[in-house]
């Protein structure tokens, strides 16, 4: 080659462009793929929030009866109400044959829990109000329900090989029964 083909080729920029797009294409898929995949993440964890918050609801809004078993601090939460719970988070209906809020959602994968405690004061102040005769023993007893629940995230990009093990949705609510 001479050298003034040689100069030529130098200072030809047809190419450029191509050449420049070759370099920044796979940071441009990371950012876009990234993007994608957070938002999946966010999507996810929001809807288990909302529906772990709607069980809390749902397991406080049942009547005292169902909590009859406080002993000042701790207690069992009656099967039917834990059963109806669960249902409810993981539904968000209490059909049975409705599909999955999260697609990842299986009995052997995923923790869930209804817990209670039950408190005879609050902040120092003894309980009134619809507590009133409410009692274990010799004090007004204001149950309280908190709903956990842990579960296996699944991600959008799975097909490319993103497998996201040991990436986990946790969400945990908690609210005083009403006995309404």
């Avoid at 920029?13 to 938002?39: D, H, K, N, Q, W």
């Avoid at 929001?46 to 009859?68: E, K, M, N």
């Avoid at 719970?85 to 209804?114: C, E, H, I, M, Y």
Wanted: glycine share 10%.
């Amino acid at each position: 080659m001479t050298r003034s083909a040689i100069f030529h080729l130098l200072r030809d920029t047809r190419g450029a462009a191509a050449a420049e797009m070759v370099l920044v294409l796979p940071l441009l898929l990371v950012i876009m793929f990234g993007s994608v995949e957070l938002g999946n993440y966010m999507l996810n964890e929001h809807t288990l929030l909302r529906a772990v918050r709607d069980g809390a609801r749902f397991a406080a809004r049942q009547p005292f009866a169902s909590y009859s078993g406080c002993n000042g601090t701790a207690a069992n939460v009656p099967a039917s109400v834990s059963d109806n719970t669960k249902l409810l988070v993981r539904k968000g209906t209490l059909n049975s044959s409705d599909p999955d809020q999260l697609a990842n959602w299986t009995d052997a994968s995923t923790q869930f829990s209804v817990q209670m405690t039950c408190s005879t004061a609050a902040g120092g102040t003894t309980l009134g109000g619809i507590y009133l005769g409410n009692t274990t023993g010799t004090a007004d007893v204001a149950p309280n329900v908190r709903v956990y629940a842990r579960i296996k995230y699944r991600p959008v990009l799975g097909l490319f090989g993103f497998t996201g093990n040991g990436m986990y949705l946790d969400a945990a609510d908690q609210a005083a029964v009403a006995g309404i």
